[in-house]
């Protein structure tokens, strides 16, 4: 590892020690003040953890903090989760909330993995997000994004963006709705191996209206335009046009038009390329409950080439919570002519205690340069909530042809009456595969203190490094659970 992550650095030795100074002052406050309905809660601990296995490239060593606390008062909801800050990593997160408004700060540092192969650098990341949303008015929106990786393949990129919309009902004209949005943005990135030093802005804004109501159909027509533009000697420019409409031609079907225009003029003085797509597509639920869609659409690249495209599919619900459904896919033109088909099979049941989202889909598509090529995406949603002892959550999203590619997450709790216990995992598919988790146990000694102790690991499979830590400390709980 590097010789930093040997001593506290000045940034991390400062987070450390304001987190512990807030947590700290919140847990002093709930004690003093009993601990109201409306006030202070959540956990705070202090660990110390030592690397078992993979030196370096332990997830974690030496003294560590968590905390997850909040302070609720009326409509303002104050909270502050660290999980958790240590030497050579940080992972902070503030948020403030107040009816319909936002303040979210995010801070993460993750240290460079020596032992596997490639890894990238160190990262550190920063976002910081407000939202401020009217009663009768516009919304603003206000994102600051910075991300950076440290090493030779290093990278940096830095986004900032302000957005503001809004939708009015019923503003007359025979209109039941009306929206707007508009935006502006600017990103910088920076990429050392390959030279790359380009910063870009955007700007765009558009508009929808609704016509119709309960007792006539109803259409949606947008427009949408965008300027992007790579800010520096050589400019590069590109315009993009969108237009879309929605309506009901029966009862049954629903028309969906859209036509896209892209305008792009190299800042080398060439000749500006043109690009566009046109698409139409008619949706029918006459033949309930199966529900038909077909759609054809004519891409233009901006060199100039013509692609036509159609498909076809049908769905069903069955057995009240599953569906099923079909799916052709055809495609000609100077590049390639294709044929394709999809199955999907999804579920979703929800219920007072657990909620689970589900869908499968398998195919494949035959192309004449390339032959038959297999592929299909597996999505998973599964969460376990309410009074009961047990909490906990299961997603992923996998997708399966050439290759394996992923990441599956599972994390869960449980009271134990004599304490308390919590896992966590996550399996990222790729090249490597590892698989990355953490367990922590907590034994009350006396309210409110526990003593807690937590295992951290990672494993790269194919040769890759594995690392293990174990931690151990105590963890101070107050003004009920979170």
Do not use: C, K
């Not at 987070?15 to 409306?38: N, Y």
């Not at 403030?96 to 890894?119: F, H, K, M, Q, Y």
């Not at 000749?271 to 008619?282: C, E, F, I, P």
């Amino acid at each position: 590892m590097a010789t930093g992550h040997s001593s506290l650095g000045a940034r991390q030795r400062l987070s450390w020690v304001l987190t512990a100074a807030i947590a700290l002052a919140v847990g002093s406050s709930a004690t003093a003040q009993g601990t109201p309905a409306e006030g202070l809660s959540g956990q705070f601990g202090v660990s110390y953890a030592l690397p078992l296995t993979g030196n370096g490239g332990a997830p974690l060593s030496g003294p560590i903090v968590r905390a997850d606390l909040a302070y609720r008062s009326g409509d303002r909801v104050v909270t502050l989760r660290a999980q958790p800050i240590g030497r050579d990593r940080l992972d902070l997160g503030l948020g403030l909330r107040e009816r319909n408004d936002l303040l979210s700060v995010t801070i993460g540092r993750a240290p460079a993995d020596d032992d596997v192969p490639g890894a990238r650098g160190a990262r550190t990341d920063l976002q910081v997000l407000a939202v401020r949303r009217a009663d009768a008015g516009p919304t603003l929106q206000v994102l600051l994004s910075d991300q950076r990786i440290a090493g030779p393949q290093g990278s940096a990129t830095t986004i900032t963006r302000l957005s503001i919309s809004d939708r009015l009902r019923d503003p007359g004209l025979d209109l039941s709705s009306f929206d707007w949005r508009a935006s502006v943005q600017l990103q910088q990135s920076q990429v050392a191996a390959a030279g790359l030093n380009r910063t870009a802005g955007a700007a765009s804004f558009g508009v929808g209206a609704a016509f119709g109501g309960p007792n006539r159909r109803s259409w949606r027509p947008t427009l949408a335009f965008e300027r992007t533009a790579d800010l520096g000697p050589a400019t590069t420019e590109r315009l993009r046009l969108d237009l879309g409409l929605t309506g009901e031609l029966t009862p049954s079907e629903t028309l969906t038009a859209r036509w896209r225009w892209d305008r792009e003029t190299p800042g080398d003085g060439a000749a500006a390329r043109l690009a566009g797509t046109q698409r139409l597509g008619v949706r029918s639920t006459r033949f309930t409950p199966v529900r038909l869609n077909i759609e054809a659409d004519r891409r233009i690249s901006l060199a100039g080439d013509v692609q036509w495209g159609w498909t076809a599919g049908a769905e069903a619900p069955f057995a009240e919570r599953w569906t099923f459904g079909v799916t052709y896919r055809g495609a000609a033109g100077p590049r390639a002519t294709e044929h394709g088909a999809r199955a999907r099979l999804a579920v979703q049941t929800s219920s007072t205690v657990a909620t689970l989202r589900a869908s499968l889909e398998a195919g494949g598509a035959w192309r004449d340069d390339l032959g038959w090529r297999p592929d299909g995406s597996l999505s998973l949603s599964a969460e376990r909530r309410g009074d009961g002892p047990f909490t906990g959550n299961l997603t992923g999203s996998i997708r399966f042809g050439e290759s394996l590619t992923g990441t599956v997450s599972a994390e869960g709790a449980a009271e134990l009456g004599w304490g308390d216990a919590s896992a966590s995992a996550e399996l990222r598919l790729g090249d490597p595969i590892t698989l990355a988790g953490g367990a922590r146990l907590a034994v009350n000694l006396f309210e409110p203190i526990a003593l807690q102790i937590g295992l951290d690991g990672q494993h790269a499979f194919g040769g890759g490094g594995s690392s293990l830590s174990a931690d151990l400390g105590l963890r101070y709980r107050f003004g009920g659970e979170r």
